[in-house]
């Protein structure tokens, strides 16, 4: 992140497992203390899977974003697999075939002003950056302490 970040985007999967939900306390508590710094933070919920071809898509938005994230990486050099996938449906029973994306549990996007800076999860430089990863490099930039979230008890 070359400048300093104005906002974030946590995206959240709706179906999250009770693991997956842990996380995203764990997550929103360290979001809370870069909102304390300054940090404009929004949260949105996405499907699991997505129809990307489907002319009457529910989740446009869905989609739009992820385009973007996908531009957005391109251009950067990164890949935002496997956290985000697409393939093919197929249902016997109904004889529609469609291709999905399938969604991460959790996504981070960071933004200054309305360009997009960052996005988490991805895959560059030959490792894979994690939200953790977004949420550490966003607490540096800004000088905040997110290591110590309200869920963990004080020493």
Request: proline share 4%.
């Amino acid at each position: 992140m070359g400048t300093t970040p104005t906002r974030v985007q946590l995206f959240v999967r709706s179906d999250s497992a009770a693991v997956a939900r842990e996380r995203k306390g764990e997550v929103l508590d360290r979001l809370q203390t870069l909102r304390e710094a300054g940090i404009d933070v929004e949260t949105a919920t996405w499907g699991h899977r997505i129809v990307i071809d489907d002319e009457e898509r529910i989740d446009n938005e869905a989609i739009e974003q992820y385009e973007r994230f996908r531009d957005w990486a391109e251009k950067e050099g990164a890949s935002l697999y496997p956290a985000f996938r697409t393939r093919q449906y197929d249902c016997s029973f109904t004889g529609v075939c469609a291709e999905i994306l399938v969604t991460p549990g959790l996504c981070l996007a960071v933004y200054d002003g309305d360009e997009l800076t960052a996005v988490y999860p991805r895959w560059q430089d030959d490792r894979t950056l994690t939200v953790e990863d977004g949420l550490a490099a966003l607490a540096e930039a800004v000088g905040a302490d997110t290591t110590e979230t309200a869920t963990t008890p004080p020493a």
